[in-house]
């Protein structure tokens, strides 16, 4: 009888093990992050998409109308990849805030040239320089009753700012930035050589601190 008792012991506390080792493979993590990369596609767009699938790692291209149209082999390889795409205006012009319309049409431009170069619409847009505080609000009640999702970011790495950048300074924004945002992360990259040149390392620091890299979807909140 002892040692039957001992072998169920034995035996529930196997199953025990295999049940927890299982269920850790397959739990979700707790930090997600999602990189954000703008003003796009550029001749930088393939190597930015092969370095993300080698990480195998998520992300959300929000493009421009001219840049579609001027390369849109990127598009869809973007597409053809399943990373997000989401719309970011007609030129990055300033102009796209000049009437409470003129947000509305510029994504609706966007869309149709994003649509008839793949056949897929989006949800998701990015007004350029962020909607605070260049959305007014009619110009944002336009855009939502439309059924567009304004998605800013809350990790800016400032890889944008000027012409020459600092891969050491950008990699330390990135780190306080996450410190402060926590996750969800939205993070702020854009489509040009100096950050495809420092992907590796900031997808580094991602898989180092244990974030979880997706696609934004119309459902994310931060």
């Known amino acids: 009888m002892k040692l039957s008792k001992r072998l169920l012991f034995f035996?529930?506390?196997?199953?025990?093990?295999?049940?927890?080792?299982?269920m850790g493979e397959s739990a979700p993590r707790d930090k997600i992050a999602y990189i954000t990369i703008d003003d796009g596609p550029t001749l930088?767009?393939?190597?930015?998409?092969?370095?993300?699938?080698?990480?195998?790692?998520?992300?959300?291209?929000?493009?421009l109308k001219e840049r579609i149209e001027m390369y849109?082999?990127?598009?869809?390889?973007?597409?053809?990849?399943?990373?997000?795409?989401?719309?970011?205006?007609?030129?990055h012009s300033e102009a796209i805030y000049a009437t409470p319309t003129s947000p509305l049409s510029?994504?609706?431009?966007?869309?149709?040239?994003?649509y008839r170069?793949?056949?897929?619409?989006?949800?998701?847009?990015?007004?350029?320089?962020?909607?605070?505080?260049?959305?007014?609000?009619?110009?944002?009640?336009?855009?939502?009753?439309?059924?567009?999702?304004?998605?800013?970011?809350?990790?800016d790495p400032r890889d944008s700012i000027g012409k020459?950048?600092?891969?050491?300074?950008?990699?330390?924004?990135?780190?306080?930035?996450?410190d402060k945002a926590g996750s969800p992360a939205?993070?702020?990259?854009?489509?040009?050589?100096?950050?495809a040149d420092a992907l590796e390392e900031i997808l580094a620091i991602l898989e180092a601190e244990g974030y979880e890299l997706k696609n934004l979807t119309l459902g994310v909140e931060f």
């Open 186 to 195: 939205v993070i702020l990259l854009h489509d040009r050589k100096s950050t």
């Open 106 to 114: 510029e994504m609706n431009e966007t869309g149709e040239a994003l």
């Open 164 to 178: 020459t950048v600092d891969r050491n300074t950008v990699l330390r924004n990135l780190k306080a930035g996450l």
């Open 72 to 91: 849109p082999d990127s598009i869809r390889k973007m597409e053809n990849e399943g990373f997000a795409i989401g719309l970011h205006g007609v030129s």
């Open 11 to 22: 035996a529930l506390t196997a199953a025990i093990l295999i049940f927890s080792a299982v």
């Open 117 to 155: 170069l793949i056949g897929r619409r989006t949800r998701l847009v990015r007004t350029p320089y962020g909607s605070v505080p260049n959305l007014t609000d009619r110009q944002r009640q336009l855009l939502e009753a439309a059924g567009y999702k304004i998605m800013d970011w809350n990790v």
């Open 44 to 63: 930088n767009t393939p190597r930015i998409i092969d370095t993300l699938k080698a990480h195998n790692a998520g992300a959300t291209f929000f493009v």
